[in-house]
């Protein structure tokens, strides 16, 4: 069975940061890639950020570039979102995704987390 549990999340001020964590288990194989969307309260589910389990490659939002940093453990199991120069525009629920290009692509995730609040106050 796969999982994903995210912790982290949080208040913080405007040009704060905050790093999110996604533990994921049950995978059989490295064929996805795994990361970040988030949904604010009347806005579209946008694909923030994916890394690629095989090869490290990743996706960024044009609205997070050169802010956030998506990287995987050294254990392989858990995925981080460095979040720098956060915005009151950043406040969402985030939740980790697989196969978080699916998202990026419109489609609902296969599997998600529960979501963990980011607040940015101004």
């Known amino acids: 069975e796969v999982q994903l549990v995210e912790s982290g999340g949080g208040l913080a001020q405007t040009g704060g940061s905050l790093t999110l964590s996604c533990a994921a288990s049950?995978?059989?194989?490295?064929?996805?890639?795994i990361g970040w969307f988030r949904q604010a309260p009347g806005k579209e589910r946008e694909g923030v950020s994916c890394?690629?389990?095989?090869?490290?490659?990743?996706y960024y939002a044009d609205s997070v570039k050169g802010r956030f940093t998506i990287s995987n453990g050294n254990a392989k199991n858990t995925v981080y979102l460095q979040m720098d120069n956060l915005k009151p525009e950043d406040t969402a629920v985030y939740y980790c995704?697989?196969?978080?290009?699916?998202?990026?692509?419109?489609?609902?995730?296969?599997?998600r987390g529960q979501g963990t609040q980011v607040t940015v106050s101004s």
């Open positions: 049950g995978f059989t194989s490295d064929d996805y890639s």
């Open positions: 890394i690629s389990r095989s090869d490290n490659s990743t």
């Open positions: 995704a697989a196969d978080c290009l699916q998202v990026v692509g419109g489609l609902p995730a296969t599997y």
